[in-house]
């Protein structure tokens, strides 16, 4: 299993560049998570998904935008990037259960918006 | 609402030391409680993790034992390694009703450790 992979991992973007990253798990998760992480903020949630075709803002949604057409892809698109969007953003999957509620992490795509 | 509190870093030890990094919670219910770590350069895993109060979670030798009374889950482990320089983040999952499991993270203790 591959768990849970990020494409691309390092981007370059100018201001007002557009963009999409994709994350895809292979663990039949129900939810999707995306995060960004910044120096000294800790994780902060962007957006996420219960379930194939649900999505729901987080805690940082605005100039972002996430489909999740398929189970076990989530995409998270930037529409025209500003360099506040500079960030190592993460995707994580989880099962639905309390019991077994820990998020498993993608490796994260380095993004650099000048 | 739900908050997690970490000790704020960086943590600094010798190889050998003993370790805790401390955090507390604040949840309505009964959450379960996490230890993610995350390696330079890479994304989090989990550490370990105690889905009831009085649960302890172990793993890599590292310990936390969930304490309702004291609304804590400490990180402890008995004799730390360089190979342990890492980021800790302490978490939180709850039951949210309509809205699904909800998850809150603090804001990560960073541990050096010096051979």
């Known amino acids: 299993n591959a768990g849970v992979t990020q494409t691309p991992k390092f981007r370059v973007l100018k201001t007002g560049q557009s963009m999409t990253l994709l994350c895809a798990q292979d663990?039949?998760?129900?939810?999707m998570y995306w995060y960004r992480q910044d120096p000294g903020m800790g994780l902060r949630l962007i957006h996420y998904?219960?379930?194939?075709?649900?999505?729901a803002k987080g805690e940082v949604p605005d100039g972002y935008n996430v489909s999740r057409l398929k189970k076990q892809n989530f995409l998270l698109g930037l529409e025209s990037a500003a360099p506040s969007q500079t960030s190592v953003y993460f995707c994580?999957?989880?099962?639905?259960?309390?019991?077994?509620?820990?998020?498993?992490f993608g490796p994260g795509t380095r993004l650099t918006v000048t | 609402g739900n908050s997690v509190t970490q000790m704020e870093g960086p943590v600094t030890l010798s190889e050998e030391a003993f370790l805790t990094i401390n955090c507390t919670y604040t949840?309505?219910?009964?959450?379960?409680l996490f230890w993610y770590v995350q390696y330079p350069g890479e994304g989090l895993q989990l550490l370990l993790k105690?889905?009831?109060?009085?649960d302890k979670g172990s793993n890599k030798g590292f310990e936390a034992t969930y304490r309702k009374e004291t609304t804590s889950f400490h990180l402890e482990k008995g004799s730390v390694q360089v190979s342990d320089s890492a980021v800790y983040f302490c978490?939180?999952?709850?039951?949210?009703?309509?809205?699904?499991?909800?998850?809150?993270f603090g804001a990560g203790t960073r541990l050096f450790v010096k051979a």
């Open positions: 994580a999957s989880s099962y639905q259960s309390l019991f077994r509620y820990e998020q498993y």
């Open positions: 663990m039949n998760h129900e939810y």
């Open positions: 998904s219960v379930g194939e075709g649900t999505t």
């Open positions: 949840a309505t219910g009964y959450p379960s």
């Open positions: 105690a889905t009831k109060a009085d």
């Open positions: 978490a939180l999952t709850s039951y949210a009703g309509t809205g699904g499991f909800k998850t809150i």
